[in-house]
């Protein structure tokens, strides 16, 4: 169990999604880890469907990887690449999501200091609670969509 990666072949599919599971069950709970299951036949269906993340191999004993995983891709080489960019797209995401919620509750602080200094320092909220509820629901509805339509450009210098 502390080995960083199992690799097993020559295995009958349901020694494959035993194996899977076991290793799911058993890891450690000090530090986040996923089990990733890659596959290229009918007879990892299973592994793949029992580990955290599947990824199918589109390959020469047909398409049931491919169409039981989480990801297709075409060649074994491509994983690298599947699981960098898939990576840093969901960093990118969750940076730019907790940067915007930060600095919505930092506009609210500010508005609400503002108008305790100008009203002499009275204990009276700025904003009533439907203002404020309108406020945090409107400007956090948005933004959470427009990360659905955002992309990368390519730049060429």
């Known amino acids: 169990m502390k080995m960083p990666s199992v690799i097993c072949c020559r295995c009958s599919p349901l020694q494959k999604r035993t194996l899977t599971e076991g290793v799911k069950a058993n890891k450690p709970k000090n530090f986040q880890s996923a089990v990733l299951g890659i596959g290229d036949g009918g007879n990892d269906v299973g592994m793949i ?7 199918g191999i ?3 004993e047909g ?3 491919a169409l039981a995983a989480d990801f297709s891709i075409i060649k074994f080489k491509n994983v690298l690449g599947l699981l960098l960019w898939h990576g840093r797209l969901s960093y990118k995401r969750s940076a730019l999501l907790a940067s915007f ?3 919505r509750g930092f506009i609210i602080s500010v508005i609400q200091l503002i108008f305790s200094c100008v009203f ?3 204990s009276i909220p700025a904003f009533n609670s439907y ?3 309108g406020f945090s629901t409107f400007f956090t509805f948005w933004p959470v969509f427009s990360l659905i ?3 990368d450009i390519d730049v060429i210098f």
């Open 49 to 55: 469907q029992a580990a955290d993340v599947g990824v």
């Open 101 to 103: 919620i930060i600095h």
């Open 58 to 60: 589109v390959g020469k």
């Open 149 to 151: 339509l955002d992309t």
């Open 63 to 65: 398409k049931q990887a």
């Open 120 to 122: 002499f320092h009275v």
């Open 131 to 133: 203002l404020s509820l």
